[in-house]
């Protein structure tokens, strides 16, 4: 006969092996997880803690990622550049997100002096402008600008800060500018302009680079910071080529109506330049015209 007290050691037998399976089998829980098991102190559940990414990118750039648990501070890199002010990471959050983030950043160059591209054609003068931005006080500078030898500047025409100094090097076509003495507030200004003739014999659809370079520069209290240059660029186009393709075609007519009807287009695809035809400020039928004369005459 079964007594009672071998119907209960049965059951304890059997609830201990069930529980003593379950504890090494693979538990799965809600925002856990579990440790590995040991038969002598047993196994423990601890949180589970999820890791988003964040991808710090810098003037189009990738500057470096970072993986950060969710709900956590965010602590982002301070990048530097020698001669530059960082912008901060734009729309960077204090805590970390349930999501991988992306934030974006710059660098500003604390002194900048660049020139912009002109268009032209042979046998004209163009204007050539020169440019400074900075964000500090600045007391003197230096840099150079060097020209191709078939193009000349006319620095007797020129049109400057009267704080600036230009002066010949002993290399053709090469030359010295300079603020000595004087002090420059920050901002974004035009330091100069200066005129340049272009030859006849120059070929169209080429460019001419404008070099500045050896540039130096000094803040008010007497620090040295580098000079970011961007050289100018003089490209020169035949009169009518209004698409700047090279040649002078049907396809420059034809441009040139669709910029009359149309309006506004992107200097890429309607050179203004090189397609007032007769010089007269304007844009319109007349310069159509032109072009087909400038066919006829080829």
Same mark, same amino acid.
């Given at each position: 006969?079964?007594?009672?007290?071998?119907?209960?050691?049965?059951?304890?037998?059997?609830?201990?092996?069930?529980?003593?399976?379950?504890?090494?089998?693979?538990?799965?829980?809600?925002?856990?997880?579990?440790?590995?098991?040991?038969?002598?102190?047993? +196994?423990?559940? #601890?949180?589970?803690?999820? $890791?988003? /990414?964040? =991808?710090?990118? !810098?003037?189009?750039?990738?500057?470096?990622?970072?993986?950060?648990?969710?709900?956590?501070?965010?602590?982002?890199?301070?990048?530097?550049?020698?001669?530059?002010?960082?912008?901060?990471?734009?729309?960077?959050?204090?805590?970390?997100?349930?999501?991988?983030?992306?934030?974006?950043?710059?660098?500003?160059?604390?002194?900048?002096?660049?020139?912009?591209?002109?268009?032209?054609?042979? +046998?004209?003068? #163009?204007?050539?402008?020169? $440019?400074? /931005?900075? =964000?500090?006080? !600045?007391?003197?500078?230096?840099?150079?600008?060097?020209?191709?030898?078939?193009?000349?500047?006319?620095?007797?025409?020129?049109?400057?800060?009267?704080?600036?100094?230009?002066?010949?090097?002993?290399?053709?076509?090469?030359?010295?500018?300079?603020?000595?003495?004087?002090?420059?507030?920050?901002?974004?200004?035009?330091?100069?302009?200066?005129?340049?003739?272009?030859?006849?014999?120059?070929?169209?659809?080429?460019?001419?680079?404008?070099?500045?370079?050896?540039?130096?520069?000094?803040?008010?209290?007497?620090?040295?910071?580098?000079?970011?240059?961007?050289?100018?660029?003089?490209?020169?186009?035949?009169?009518?080529?209004?698409?700047?393709?090279?040649?002078?075609?049907?396809?420059?007519?034809?441009?040139?109506?669709?910029?009359?009807?149309?309006?506004?287009?992107?200097?890429?695809?309607?050179?203004?330049?090189?397609?007032?035809?007769?010089?007269?400020?304007?844009?319109?039928?007349?310069?159509?015209?032109?072009?087909?004369?400038?066919?006829?005459?080829?």
């Amino acid at each position: 006969m079964i007594r009672l007290k071998h119907i209960f050691s049965l059951f304890l037998l059997v609830v201990l092996g069930s529980q003593a399976m379950l504890a090494q089998s693979d538990i799965e829980m809600t925002d856990s997880t579990s440790t590995d098991w040991n038969e002598d102190v047993g +196994g423990d559940f #601890v949180p589970n803690m999820p $890791y988003y /990414e964040i =991808i710090y990118i !810098i003037d189009e750039v990738e500057y470096m990622r970072d993986s950060v648990i969710k709900g956590a501070p965010i602590v982002p890199p301070v990048p530097a550049m020698e001669g530059c002010a960082f912008s901060g990471w734009q729309n960077l959050p204090v805590l970390m997100p349930a999501a991988n983030i992306v934030v974006y950043g710059t660098f500003t160059p604390k002194c900048r002096i660049y020139s912009m591209p002109v268009v032209t054609i042979p +046998g004209r003068t #163009v204007t050539i402008p020169v $440019y400074l /931005e900075n =964000i500090e006080m !600045i007391s003197n500078f230096n840099f150079r600008m060097s020209f191709p030898k078939n193009i000349t500047p006319d620095w007797e025409a020129l049109n400057m800060n009267d704080k600036i100094i230009v002066s010949k090097t002993n290399v053709d076509s090469v030359f010295s500018i300079s603020l000595v003495g004087n002090t420059l507030s920050p901002g974004e200004i035009m330091l100069f302009s200066v005129d340049a003739s272009v030859p006849e014999y120059i070929p169209v659809a080429s460019r001419h680079v404008i070099k500045i370079d050896q540039a130096t520069a000094t803040v008010t209290e007497g620090t040295s910071i580098p000079i970011f240059t961007e050289d100018g660029m003089i490209r020169v186009y035949q009169l009518g080529d209004t698409n700047g393709d090279g040649e002078v075609n049907i396809t420059d007519r034809v441009n040139m109506i669709n910029y009359i009807m149309v309006g506004e287009a992107d200097n890429d695809t309607f050179i203004k330049e090189v397609s007032d035809i007769n010089g007269d400020g304007e844009f319109n039928i007349t310069d159509g015209v032109g072009i087909v004369e400038i066919l006829l005459n080829e």
